[in-house]
């Protein structure tokens, strides 16, 4: 039978079995489809377009958070679709272009790429993201108050900084090093789950593994304390935690790495979305050819 339905024979003593089909060879190779791409498969091929937006941000001078919307526009976009349905390079470069826009960065659809496609409809019109970059720099400031607060009570009871000496010059090193942590973060499932506060405090105390500059658990102490919450400091750094590990299971494929698995992606996208695609391309092709005919003060050809 077609369409789905499963074959079952019902045997003397009542039990189920499921006979293998018969095929013919040539008729099953005259038929067969392309093998879709497996969830790994997926999962990789995101992280490295993830990757690809951190590359092209840097390479345009981008602040952090118009990498971060960015990405977290893209993880937003494949919530909802698969790499076989439209191309990560493409929805990679929309997501750019998109991030630029809403935090009033100018730049030009022709600068990033000519296959800008999709509309704000498949981020449901959600186009405010808040990312950890800004959280790390008020922690890092709470942490500066607190040490001058300190100081100035001439005792250290309040202090959570054990460098005494050059104190801001380090917490300073502390943020960048965070910084670069959050970037790694950002490229697993965690901004999905988890919010950038959180994301913040994990890349921090992270960094400061390598920096030791501040008592870390009397920091969150103090952090909770001042939180009105039903829940308890347990708990969050259970999620800290979980953080931690996702970063670390985090494998950033290269270019060789994703050659057969962008060979195969190709043979099993939609093909509908192929055609808008070639469609969209040919459209903006024209476009730009017109604008440049006119440009130069030439005819363009035009059809009743």
């Given at each position: 039978?077609?369409?789905?339905?499963?074959?079952?024979?019902?045997?003397?003593?009542?039990?189920?079995?499921?006979?293998?089909?018969?095929?013919?060879?040539?008729?099953a190779?005259?038929?067969?489809?392309?093998?879709?791409?497996?969830?790994?498969?997926?999962?990789?091929?995101?992280?490295?377009?993830?990757?690809?937006?951190?590359?092209?941000?840097?390479?345009?001078?981008?602040?952090?958070?118009?990498?971060?919307?960015?990405?977290?526009?893209?993880?937003?976009?494949?919530?909802?679709?698969?790499?076989m349905?439209?191309?990560p390079?493409?929805?990679?470069?929309?997501?750019?272009?998109?991030?630029?826009?809403?935090?009033?960065?100018?730049?030009?659809?022709?600068?990033?790429?000519?296959?800008?496609?999709?509309?704000?409809?498949?981020?449901?019109?959600?186009?405010?993201?808040?990312?950890?970059?800004?959280?790390?720099?008020?922690?890092?400031?709470?942490?500066?108050?607190?040490?001058?607060?300190?100081?100035?009570?001439?005792?250290?009871?309040?202090?959570?900084?054990?460098?005494?000496?050059?104190?801001?010059?380090?917490?300073?090193?502390?943020?960048?090093?965070?910084?670069?942590?959050?970037?790694?973060?950002?490229?697993?499932d965690?901004?999905?789950?988890?919010?950038?506060?959180?994301?913040?405090?994990?890349?921090?105390?992270?960094a400061?593994?390598?920096?030791?500059?501040?008592?870390?658990?009397?920091?969150?102490?103090?952090?909770?304390?001042?939180?009105?919450?039903?829940?308890?400091?347990?708990?969050?750094?259970?999620?800290?935690?979980?953080?931690?590990?996702s970063?670390?299971?985090?494998?950033?494929?290269?270019?060789?790495?994703?050659?057969?698995?962008?060979?195969?992606?190709?043979?099993?996208?939609?093909?509908?979305?192929?055609?808008?695609?070639?469609?969209?391309?040919?459209?903006?092709?024209?476009?730009?050819?017109k604008?440049?005919?006119?440009?130069?003060?030439?005819?363009?050809?035009?059809?009743l």
């Amino acid at each position: 039978m077609k369409y789905g339905s499963t074959r079952m024979e019902v045997d003397i003593d009542g039990s189920l079995s499921y006979p293998e089909p018969q095929f013919d060879i040539t008729q099953a190779e005259k038929h067969s489809f392309p093998k879709p791409l497996s969830t790994e498969e997926e999962q990789l091929m995101r992280v490295f377009y993830e990757h690809k937006i951190q590359e092209v941000c840097g390479a345009f001078g981008f602040p952090h958070k118009i990498q971060a919307t960015a990405i977290t526009y893209f993880k937003r976009f494949y919530l909802q679709w698969s790499v076989m349905e439209y191309h990560p390079k493409h929805i990679m470069l929309t997501c750019v272009y998109t991030s630029c826009k809403v935090e009033e960065n100018h730049v030009s659809a022709e600068e990033l790429g000519k296959g800008i496609q999709q509309d704000h409809q498949s981020l449901g019109f959600d186009l405010i993201v808040y990312a950890p970059y800004r959280s790390i720099e008020g922690f890092i400031d709470d942490m500066e108050v607190n040490r001058a607060f300190s100081l100035f009570l001439n005792h250290y009871v309040s202090d959570f900084c054990r460098a005494k000496d050059d104190t801001l010059q380090i917490l300073k090193d502390l943020q960048e090093r965070a910084k670069l942590e959050v970037d790694k973060a950002m490229l697993t499932d965690a901004p999905l789950l988890f919010s950038p506060g959180q994301l913040a405090l994990a890349a921090l105390r992270k960094a400061n593994d390598v920096h030791t500059v501040v008592d870390f658990p009397r920091y969150l102490e103090h952090v909770y304390s001042r939180q009105h919450s039903n829940h308890n400091i347990s708990e969050l750094i259970e999620c800290l935690n979980a953080i931690d590990h996702s970063v670390m299971k985090l494998k950033i494929p290269t270019a060789k790495d994703m050659r057969h698995t962008d060979r195969k992606l190709k043979s099993c996208l939609d093909p509908s979305s192929q055609e808008d695609s070639k469609k969209r391309e040919k459209k903006s092709k024209h476009k730009l050819r017109k604008s440049s005919s006119t440009a130069h003060g030439m005819p363009t050809d035009t059809t009743l």
